[in-house]
T-cell receptor, first 112, second 117 residues
């Protein structure tokens, strides 16, 4: 059974810092990996989706990398802002027909 | 991206009543929809997979008679929490899979906050 682990569980940084969130998964034969953002009491916002054949994806200040063989992904946030404060969830799929399996998330606080 | 809606966004009910939550894919046909549950400060846990025109597949530990899922059309799936109890209070999120296009990406609804008194 696929398990997804995110480290750290919580992170607090001053505004302007670059930071890295980590995600690991037990079954490396994934179809794709996705990073989401969730604000308190709200639904999910998709940030980046990486197909199994890709190594990384970038969107603005966000960069996600994927090392399938080692079962790891990182989400890099450059020049963090208070508006980046949220919970970041990593999720993987084993095939196009199977659902996303989520990690427990990293709660990020960016202090002004 | 594709749009998935959920209704209601928030519901408060008395213990013992049943609550129906609707999930709609607004601009695409979804043969498969997923229902997740999220307890406070926890991650999303898959409850069941809903396939249009057939019975839902439930994850281990999820009572199919308590959480009734109906996927009667390609754009609508419903989750009914029967005889709700306070421990069913949670955030319920549906997701629709868009086949073929967008690499079968899952699109998520905004969630429904259920509070059972």
């Amino acid at each position: 059974k696929q398990e997804v682990t995110q480290i750290p569980a919580a992170l607090s940084v001053p505004e302007g810092e670059n930071l890295v969130l980590n995600c690991s998964f037990t079954d490396s034969a994934i179809y794709n990996l996705q990073w989401f953002r969730q604000d308190p009491g709200k639904g999910l916002t998709s940030l980046l989706l990486i197909q199994s054949s890709q190594r990384e994806q970038t969107s603005g200040r966000l960069n996600a990398s994927l090392d399938k063989s080692s079962g790891r992904s990182t989400l890099y946030i450059a020049a963090s802002q208070p508006g980046d404060s949220a919970t970041y969830l990593c999720a993987v799929r084993l095939s196009g027909n199977t659902p996303l399996v989520f990690g427990k998330g990293t709660r990020l606080s960016v202090i002004a | 991206g594709a749009v998935v809606s959920q209704h209601p966004s928030r519901v408060i009910c008395k213990s013992g009543t049943s609550v129906k939550i609707e999930c709609r894919s607004l601009d695409f046909q979804a043969t498969t929809m997923f229902w997740y549950r999220q307890f406070p400060k926890q991650s999303l846990m898959l409850m069941a997979t809903s396939n249009e025109g057939s019975k839902a597949t439930y994850e281990q530990g999820v009572e199919k008679d308590k959480f009734l899922i109906n996927h009667a059309s390609l754009t609508l799936s419903t989750l009914t929490v029967t005889s709700a109890h306070p421990e069913d209070s949670s955030f319920y999120i549906c997701s629709a899979r868009r086949p073929a296009k967008a690499n079968n990406e899952q699109f998520f609804g905004p969630g429904t906050r259920l509070t059972v008194l």
